[in-house]
């Protein structure tokens, strides 16, 4: 994916008490997420990397082994989230980190579509997510999810409430 963002810095380096503080939210605070498995590889302003390996309890289709829908459209929203989120903070540097996580309690999905663009059938896969835009009040991402070889298996696009 390539950033298309004009209005969030791109060379930010975030803290790591920002870092970690996004990780933890989205790892351990969201116990959806944790049950899932979703392990976040990077995140920047520029967009967010994230891997989720197969288990049986995500097991949508049991005749192929596939992973379920309902969990690839909770990984991209969860990834878009965090994409604006991450890029949010990328334009209030002038907070301190602690400020910046606070922004998480005003944040919600607004919109969310998901394509469905081949079976999700492996043993792992990858999420990339970044933020189109994020203006004053609602941000906007773009999200795939792949399989562990690079295949693009669903995309997604989603608005999220900023403030």
């Known amino acids: 994916m390539t950033s298309s963002r004009a209005d969030t810095p791109l060379d930010v380096a975030f803290e790591p008490e920002f870092i970690e503080g996004l ?6 605070k969201i116990l959806f997420n944790q049950w899932m498995g979703l392990k976040i590889s ?31 459209s909770a990984v991209l929203d969860a990834m878009g989230s965090l994409a604006v989120l991450a890029a949010l903070g990328a334009k209030h540097m002038d907070e301190v980190p602690a400020k910046r996580l606070e922004r998480f309690a005003r944040h919600s999905t607004i919109d969310l579509r998901i394509d469905f663009l081949r079976p ?12 189109v835009r994020v203006g004053a009040r609602v941000g906007n991402a773009r999200m795939e999810f792949r399989a562990a070889d690079g295949k693009l298996l669903s995309t997604g696009t989603a608005a999220y409430l900023t403030s």
């Open 23 to 28: 990780r933890e939210i989205y790892e351990e």
């Open 42 to 72: 990077s995140i920047e302003a520029t967009g967010i990397v994230a891997h989720l390996t197969m288990k049986p309890e995500l097991v949508g289709h049991f005749a192929y082994h596939r992973i379920h829908g309902g969990v690839i």
């Open 120 to 131: 999700g059938i492996g043993d792992a896969f990858v999420i990339h997510a970044e933020a």
